[in-house]
């Protein structure tokens, strides 16, 4: 009797412990990944057009494929306002969290954030140039936690339709802030494309958006045409810039669309939503395994011409017919 009893106690036991494995494996089964919680985090220097833009097609890009806010996917988005200390602040926050990746939009926000963090997966858009950013060893293998999409601008396209606009320029005038490195890389650019065309740069810095409407107005009298290249500060400051050029007629081109809907009087340039889009697919990569270090950065291949009938009027432009297939707009 005493043994029958021991070994019932010892098959009630097993049981017992078989019947825990089985229930533990059943939940471990049915936790599938499309059912995690994905957390991302979403880094951006200051609010304009462009890089709002950026944002809402990465966005659509993940609910395109699934991943959808309050259900399977939440998004820390936060803003700087235009301000470094707190965009530092930002990063810093974002490296206690357990995020499975960061969007970074913008030199500045990608700079803080991968120096704020080696180890999170960070994808960029809106940077103009990661290499000079130091944000990666290469474009073509980045070798660092950050790949993403780059900005850069067809500044040779945008001079030449500059020309076409207004033939006659000989002095283009470029406002752009100095302490961002994808402006002085474009300013750069600029230069070697407006020599080889026969043109002069004269350039004029600001150090904040209270410096936009003196460093504009420095210009007036002394060029032909004013370029706003993808400058984050002056980009969102641009009803300022336009309030002096058009006061004074001066065409304005700039390096992105936005500023066209404001009264420039039009670009070549990257369409920001869709370069959003091109760094979400990105992102799905590396939320299936993908390293960013391995991963080359991307740029856009096909850009939107854009031009201001309302701005062309004021200056009395005629649009050349080889621009009759242009996207249209008139200010906003």
């Known amino acids: 009797m005493k043994r029958f009893m021991a070994l019932l106690i010892i098959f ?54 699934g991943y959808t806010e309050g259900k399977n996917l939440t998004v820390d988005y936060k803003n700087a ?69 780059t900005d850069m601008n067809p500044i040779k396209q945008q001079f030449e339709l500059l020309k076409k606009l207004v033939p006659q320029t000989k002095k283009i005038g470029v406002i752009y802030n100095a302490g961002e490195v994808n402006s002085q890389v474009q300013v750069k650019m600029a230069k070697d494309v407006a020599a080889a065309m026969g043109l002069q740069i004269v350039e004029a810095t600001v150090a904040s958006t209270a410096d936009v409407q003196q460093a504009t107005e420095s210009l007036v009298g002394k060029v032909d045409v004013v370029y706003v290249p993808t400058d984050n500060m002056v980009v969102s400051a641009a009803p300022t810039v336009l309030q002096v050029t058009n006061k004074a007629k001066i065409p304005v081109i700039s390096g992105e669309s936005s500023v066209v809907d404001k009264g420039a009087l039009g670009t070549i340039g990257i369409n920001y939503e869709n370069l959003g889009k091109q760094t979400g697919e990105m992102a799905l990569q590396v939320l299936k395994g993908a390293k960013p270090q391995d991963m080359a950065i991307q740029s856009q291949k096909e850009f939107d011409t854009v031009i201001n009938k309302s701005s062309a009027a004021l200056l009395g432009i005629n649009i050349p017919d080889d621009l009759k297939n242009a996207t249209f707009v008139e200010t906003k």
């Open 81 to 149: 306002q235009g301000d470094q200390s707190t965009l530092n602040t930002i990063a810093q926050q974002f490296t206690s969290e357990k995020l499975n990746l960061v969007l970074a939009i913008a030199t500045p926000s990608a700079q803080a954030m991968a120096a704020a963090s080696s180890t999170i997966p960070i994808l960029v858009t809106a940077v103009t140039d990661p290499v000079a950013a130091k944000l990666v060893n290469s474009n073509e293998k980045p070798g660092t936690n950050v790949t993403g999409t």
């Open 12 to 65: 009630s036991l097993l049981t017992a412990v078989l019947t825990g494995c089985g229930s533990t494996a059943a939940t471990t089964g049915s936790n599938s990944t499309s059912e995690k919680t994905v957390k991302v985090g979403i880094i951006q220097i200051v609010e304009h057009p462009a890089l709002d833009a950026a944002r809402k097609g990465f966005l659509e890009t993940l609910a395109a494929n």
